[in-house]
């Protein structure tokens, strides 16, 4: 395959991808869940403004907002977890 070749394939490959990212999008009701999932599937805030018709920075505006919204988790020590050496560590009550 040369190089012309390869390059064909990926255009159609992508249109296919885009296609199909649309298809999964088509049912979702809000602008934010379509481009939580477009995220979620790997697809650049560009492109899923592009794919959606949507003004350029649109998306990464949703996606800044969604991430500052969502409480961040504090990590809690398990209680009887493995120490380092391999033993059971005890409860701190």
Do not use: C, H, N, W
Not at 26 to 51: M, V
Not at 61 to 75: C, F, S
Request: glycine residues 8%; positive net charge.
């Amino acid at each position: 395959m040369d190089k012309t070749q390869f390059e064909e394939l990926l255009r159609r490959l992508d249109k296919i991808l885009k296609l199909l990212a649309i298809q999964a999008v088509r049912d979702q009701p809000e602008e934010q869940a379509k481009i939580a999932l477009l995220d979620s599937l790997g697809f650049a805030p560009g492109d899923i403004d592009s794919l959606l018709g949507k003004k350029s920075g649109r998306a990464s505006k949703v996606l800044y907002e969604r991430r500052k919204a969502k409480p961040t988790k504090v990590a809690s020590p398990k209680i009887g977890a493995l120490e380092r050496d391999g033993t059971q560590g005890e409860d701190e009550t």
